[in-house]
């Protein structure tokens, strides 16, 4: 009983994100960077959540100029980039870099061909004995009852 309220209380927990700012309210994930508080309504925005906003009312925009207008720092922006989360559009006049190359990317951390590189060199480094087999069958793990092992350890005395 009381394991099931913990996973209750833990469950609740995950959803709830801080408190309002105007209430003092719970705030609660609504998707996408926004945040919106149980109690009042009002809507609070992550910084991923300002960026996107920013890009939805301004367009497309340098880093810096995003940072400026959102208060989000242009090393976070960079991250959002890395992390595939937003894209710098075609044709624009700055993108980010490959990390082993240094060639110019619209997002992400490797252009198409280092990843491909790196993909052929993490599946070559792995060899057949570190690549574990899936059972066929689930197996259930079995403990010997106290009148098992008494009669297990007879047997072994005997030869």
Do not use: W
């Not at 960077?33 to 809507?43: A, K, N």
């Not at 991250?79 to 997002?107: A, H, N, Q, V, W």
């Not at 052929?120 to 899936?134: C, D, F, N, P, R």
């Amino acid at each position: 009983m009381d394991r099931d309220k913990s996973l209750k209380n833990k469950e609740y927990k995950l959803l709830e994100v801080g408190r309002c700012e105007n209430c003092g309210g719970i705030l609660k994930d609504a998707g996408v960077g926004i945040y919106v508080c149980s109690q009042c309504g009002h809507e609070t925005l992550s910084p991923f959540g300002k960026v996107k906003k920013y890009i939805q009312e301004n367009g497309p925009d340098n880093a810096y100029n995003i940072s400026q207008g959102t208060g989000v720092p242009v090393s976070r922006i960079d991250k959002f980039l890395r992390e595939g989360r937003i894209e710098i559009p075609d044709g624009s006049d700055c993108y980010i870099t490959c990390e082993m190359c240094g060639t110019d990317i619209r997002y992400g951390r490797y252009c198409p061909t280092c990843a491909t590189k790196l993909k052929k060199e993490l599946s070559s480094a792995l060899i057949a004995t570190e690549i574990g087999e899936v059972p066929k069958k689930s197996g259930k793990m079995r403990y010997m009852s106290l009148d098992e092992r008494k009669l297990s350890n007879k047997d072994t005395r005997k030869r």
